[in-house]
């Protein structure tokens, strides 16, 4: 049990471009979802704590308005990379928690690319 | 605020060899304590989860063992194979409430 399933795997874009990220809990239902951002051999540094019907909780120095993160259901989480430039290319994940005192549970990632 | 380090960045070992991944948290007021592994390009799989009540948690050749006195956890492999090969991460939460603080992992690679 516990299965985040992240879409897509990979994307490529143009500069300028939005690219949309999902994140679902397919067999439980998530309280809290997390995005987090991975540069090479680095460890992941977190964007923003999203709870269903709430607005997200982005960490400092993390634009809200670049990052647009979505969270309409206790299964679905999306998160909407806006205008998209090249330095924003990087492995996306999210995580998903059933409750405050459960384990993490985390998506495949995304490899996003922005030519 | 909550420092997590893991030593060493980097292990090589021979198939067959038990071996010991550490992790040190400055602030011992923790809520608890995960054991997480990346495979190249994917996402974390959850390994074990130790809560602060607790000393150790145990699953099939793993064993996590947590002292918040002294702001450390290790990570136990016994009888080591070529597809424990991966990089492993801890992660510590100070209240239930809190983000989770990861380590910056180390990378395990396990020769045949």
């Known amino acids: 049990g516990a299965v985040v399933s992240q879409h897509p795997s990979r994307v490529i874009c143009k500069s300028g471009t939005s690219v949309k990220i999902e994140c679902r809990s397919l067999d439980f239902q998530a309280t809290t979802m997390f995005w987090y951002r991975q540069f090479p051999k680095k460890s992941l540094m977190l964007m923003a704590t999203?709870?269903?019907?709430?607005?997200?909780?982005?960490e400092q120095g993390v634009e809200k308005d670049k990052f647009l993160i979505n969270h309409a259901s206790l299964t679905l989480s999306t998160l909407t990379v806006t205008s998209a430039h090249p330095e924003d290319s990087s492995f996306y994940i999210c995580?998903?928690?059933?409750?405050?005192?459960?384990?993490?549970?985390f998506g495949n990632g995304t490899r996003l690319t922005v030519t | 605020k909550q420092e997590v380090t893991q030593i060493p960045a980097a292990l090589s070992v021979p198939e067959g060899e038990n071996l010991v991944l550490n992790c040190s948290f400055t602030d011992s007021a923790i809520y608890n304590l995960q054991w997480f592994r990346q495979d190249p390009g994917k996402g974390l799989t959850s390994l074990l989860l130790?809560?602060?009540?607790?000393r150790e948690q145990t699953s099939g050749r793993l064993n996590a063992s947590l002292d918040k006195s002294s702001g450390r956890s290790t990570l136990y492999i016994a009888a080591s194979q070529p597809g424990d090969s991966a990089t492993y991460l801890c992660a510590a939460k100070k209240t239930s409430y809190d983000k989770v603080i990861f380590g910056p992992g180390t990378s395990l690679s396990v020769i045949p």
């Open positions: 999203s709870n269903e019907g709430s607005k997200a909780t982005y």
């Open positions: 995580s998903a928690i059933r409750s405050i005192n459960s384990p993490l549970h």
């Open positions: 130790i809560q602060s009540s607790q």
